[in-house]
């Protein structure tokens, strides 16, 4: 029987990443979150994930510096004990901006750690991966790339480059790595069921990294916003 993952999860201390470390301690995986600046919601997810009887450890890196991107999954590894065999990639910069305040800069500043730093993560995880093991990786996208409109360009673009790893990913990897994605939406009836403890993005999450099948897929979690045909994002 194969045994539990040992998953790397980035942005995993807070919000939507620490409710999918929950889920992942939950299923019997050892988890290591990935967080930017600490707070007491570092210590309060580790915490929580240890109540659940697995190993638990944190890794602080900027994902905007490869040089830092470098030793995430060796520190990560060495922490829990064990290779990593999973990684989410969930942690991202999301600013506004269009067409009229679009820069260089601000495309840069979000192409780096939401679709650079995935891609060095990968060849990380990969490269520890023990011989016999398949490794799964999940990218957590958005229901606004099947809605295409100008606002958060910089960020939309940084996801269809993630978008585009996944699948470059899943094909290259194969049969050692599976990938695969969630695009969910921010919409009150999601957000309420984190709130509320069902956590549909941590069920996908988890049917995702154990499914020995799956790779290349995208679940969509948005109750189906991303046929609305929305002119704008959805926070205006």
């Known amino acids: 029987m194969t045994p539990p993952h040992a998953v790397?999860?980035?942005?995993g201390a807070h919000y939507l990443g620490a409710a999918m470390?929950?889920?992942?301690a939950g299923a019997g995986m050892d988890v290591?979150?990935?967080y930017c600046t600490e707070g007491p919601d570092v210590a309060e997810t580790l915490e929580a994930i240890?109540?659940?009887g697995v190993g638990a450890t944190a890794v602080a890196a900027d994902l905007s510096d490869p040089a830092q991107v470098s030793g995430i999954v060796a520190d990560a590894a060495k922490a829990l004990g064990r290779?990593?065999?999973?990684?989410v990639n969930s942690a991202s910069i999301f600013e506004w901006d269009d067409i009229t305040t679009l820069t260089a800069e601000r495309i840069l500043a979000h192409y780096l750690p939401n679709a650079v730093a995935p891609a060095l993560l990968a060849q990380s995880l990969l490269a520890q991966l023990p011989n016999g093991v398949t490794g799964a990786i999940v990218n957590i996208l958005d229901q606004d790339m099947a809605n295409q409109h100008g606002d958060r360009m910089s960020y939309t673009l940084s996801r269809y480059a993630l978008a585009g790893l996944g699948d470059m990913l899943a094909r290259a990897g194969a049969p050692r790595?599976?990938?695969?994605?969630?695009?969910p939406g921010f919409i009150p009836a999601v957000c309420e069921e984190?709130?509320?403890?069902v956590d549909p993005l941590g069920k996908a999450c988890i049917h995702l990294?154990?499914?020995?099948?799956?790779t290349g897929q995208t679940i969509h979690l948005d109750a189906g916003l991303r046929f609305a045909g929305l002119g704008r994002d959805i926070s205006f």
Request: proline letters at 6%; one cysteine or more.
């Open 8 to 11: 790397l999860i980035t942005g």
């Open 21 to 24: 470390a929950l889920a992942c």
């Open 32 to 34: 290591a979150i990935h």
């Open 50 to 52: 240890r109540a659940r």
């Open 83 to 87: 290779p990593l065999t999973a990684l």
């Open 177 to 183: 790595l599976r990938v695969n994605a969630i695009a």
């Open 194 to 197: 984190v709130r509320l403890g």
């Open 209 to 214: 990294l154990e499914s020995p099948v799956i």
